[in-house]
């Protein structure tokens, strides 16, 4: 008999139409996925929809630690896709952490914030100790090149990584990484090169001129555990939020 595959994993949907299906019906449980694209690729929505709709249709608290853009510009962006974060914050199903406004010296009006004194090991229990007390399934960074940038050395970013991999399998936690993809000419996949080494899951994003217009097509790279394609599939950010077209013609 063949083996059903999707019962050998535990399975954490996306929550992105058309993505799940490609991937044998989501992320496997416990396992740390990169989101890589360049600026303006949709890794940041593609990181809020993974965690607005766990809470929304799959009862899953969640996580989400900000370090590019303020908490209340996150909550007002993805308004337009009519993702009410603040509902479920409420509820305690979500709880967003303020990693920028003391970055900027700037007092944060966050219940989660992080210490103006940015310091590895008090980041990484911070985050453990939020994930604990709602019980989280799902975490999002956003984003890893940010977290670098509040180290006294860039370079210390792979040490940060390999204790953070660490703690996130002992949490429990499916977790969204979003990184920096440096051009394809350059032969690495994320900023750091070592992101991809701790990821289970590499999502690459991209933007590609087709007849003068743009269009957005995402990779998956690598998915253990998981049968997947390797082909681009075309996707919109929509006013739903980002939909892939698994069928879609490569337009
Ligand atoms: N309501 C919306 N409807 C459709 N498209 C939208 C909407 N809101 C944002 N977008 C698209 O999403 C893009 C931004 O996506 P996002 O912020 O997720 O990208 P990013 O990869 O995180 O970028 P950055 O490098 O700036 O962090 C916008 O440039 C715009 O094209
Ligand atoms: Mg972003």
Redesign the pocket.
């Known amino acids: 008999m063949p083996v059903d595959r999707k019962s050998l994993f535990k399975r954490v949907p996306s929550g992105i139409p058309g993505f799940d299906d490609l991937i044998e019906g989501g992320f496997p449980e416990n396992t740390t996925v990169l989101v890589a ?1 360049g ?8 990181a809020a929809q993974f965690i607005y709709r766990g809470a929304e249709l799959y009862d899953d608290p969640g996580v989400f630690v900000t370090l ?1 853009e303020r908490a209340k510009d996150i909550r007002r ?1 993805v308004k ?2 009519g993702w009410d974060f603040k509902k479920y914050e409420d509820e305690g199903k979500i709880v967003i952490i303020d990693g920028v406004s003391s970055s900027v010296g700037l007092p944060s009006e966050e219940k989660f914030a992080l210490e103006d004194k940015f310091n590895v090991d008090n980041f990484l229990r911070y985050v453990y100790r939020v994930v604990k007390s709602i019980n989280a399934k799902r975490l999002v960074i956003d ?1 890893i090149p940010s977290l670098a940038f509040r180290l006294a050395e860039e370079r210390q970013i792979r040490e940060v990584l390999l204790k953070l991999n660490t703690i996130l399998l002992e949490m429990g936690v499916t977790t969204v990484l ?1 990184t920096e993809a440096p051009a394809p000419q350059e032969g690495r996949i994320s900023r750091y090169g070592i992101e991809e080494y701790i990821a289970r899951g590499v999502v690459l ?1 991209d933007l590609q001129e087709r007849n003068i217009e743009l269009k957005r097509y995402l990779l998956i790279r690598k998915m253990r555990e998981t049968k997947h394609s390797m082909r681009k599939y075309p996707f919109e ?3 739903d939020g980002i939909v892939v077209y698994p069928s879609g013609e490569i337009y």
Do not use: A, Q, W
């Open positions: 694209g600026t303006g690729t949709g890794k940041t929505t593609f590019e962006e337009s896709f984003s979003t994003l950010i929509t006013s």
